[in-house]
């Protein structure tokens, strides 16, 4: 009796410490791993706590490829550019990108899937993101940003007066508003002679969805992590319920010109009978996923050109040659800009200066999930073994977008990092003389790469332009320090300053 009581718990203690992670060791062919000074949760606090400065410590000790603990799961970073193929290239019943992908949706949206979303959700963006489909989507959103832009500014009268504010809060707002209208529709124009009436109330219910939005996200990273306080988690719960109620499928579609992208996965997920409460999650998180970031990108991309005169001045040329070339004139009281796709398509340094902007803030993490045991070849030769239920992961922002080899000067903001001398687009980049495929990498890679990137490149252009047509700007105090950023949102894609920056601006004509 005795002997079989020690022998259960014998049993008890190993499959507790296996749990744990500590019985782990590194196999032959592994790479190094690092489990971390607590049982389980290995490294997570420095990880959640500054993912960049933890990961640049472990590269600086263990090299290109190393396992980490963090919360019960071991990934493995692979921070060498040139053996990103490998990862990117395989099939995703190896190493699987939706898992991940599950996970966070239940955690961030409450949001259940039963389906395969990311191939629905993929096929719907090829339609209605890119392409002839975007051409509709550009259009509204040009609409509502001008809108937006210049509501109550005085344009008619040519009213000049300079108006001060916060750059990342305009910045963000207009951006959400004009994103949120044009993918999810107009209140409806009840009466003819109501119009006004209706925009005015765009306008004000997506203020309300934009502060309490900019509130949600603040909890993202440590709902992914788990890791909110009791108060908090109260808050974030009310904050998702104003959600699932705001964008329900019900309020959805009682509005007016829906994006084709939005009407789609309802009609889709209404067919194979996926219940309307989980859709009403699902719209949730296209909101999160088509907002969370392009307000922020297009802040700081506006920031730099203003704290940068010779961009600023470099891209506003540009912008000023285009708009000749099309022979508008804007002038108080006239026509809004007809802002074609062609006029975007002529702006080289503009791209440029983006494309800087998102390297140096862009900072997602992919991830995939093994299926098997998996076995691939770094660049240096060496053979690297991932076990089954392991994470494999690349965080570009440490190994591809601030590596000095492969750009010099990485915490500089250059607008013209991406242009080569003739005026084109420069896209050759080495590391030890080998050129990199992937010398930035601000939509992550490979099957899991972002759907609305076409998309939100033209917001991101659309935004710039407008307001360089439009507004004289300047910074307020343009020798203040470059905003810090919140070390808690690496690995959510793009990086949110610690505060605001002040700045001022009128209308030019
Ligand atoms: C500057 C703006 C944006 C950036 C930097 C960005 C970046 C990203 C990244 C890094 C991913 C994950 C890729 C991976 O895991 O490999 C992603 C996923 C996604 N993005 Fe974007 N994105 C932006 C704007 C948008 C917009 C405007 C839309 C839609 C209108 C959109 C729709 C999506 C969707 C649907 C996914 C897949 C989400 C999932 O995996 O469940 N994104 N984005």
Redesign the pocket.
Known sequence: MTFSILILATVFIISGLYLLGMLRMRRPGEPPLIKGAIPWLGNVLEFKNNGHAFLQEMLKNHGDVFTVQLAGHYFTFVMDPLSFGPVIREATSVLD?NEF?RES?IKLFGYHSTLND?HM?KES?TKH?MGDGLVVLAQAMTENLQTLMLYNMGRVKGDRKWLQGGLFNFTYSIIFKAGYCS?FGNEPVKSKGSEKRAQDCDWERSEKLFQEFVKYDQFVPRLIYSALSPKDKIEAERLKRFFWHRLSVKQTLQKENINGWITEQIRKRTEMGVPEHMQDRFLFSLLW??QS??GP?CFWFLYYLMKYPEAMKAVRAEVEGVLKGTGQDIKPGGPLINLTRDMLRKVPIMDSAMEET?RLK?A?V?TRVAKENVKFKMASGMDVSIRREDRVVLFPYVSVQMNPEIHTDPQKFKYDRFLNEDGTKKTAFFKNGEKVKYYTM????GG??????F??VN??KQFVFLMLSYFELELVNPNEEIPSIDPNRWGF??MQPNNDVQFRYRLRF
């Open positions: 990108f992908a949706a990311l959700l963006s993101l993918l996923v088509s970031n392009t990108a998102l862009a997602p992919l601000p939509w992550g890679a899991s790469i972002c759907p609305g990137r998309f939100a917001e991101l894609g793009i």
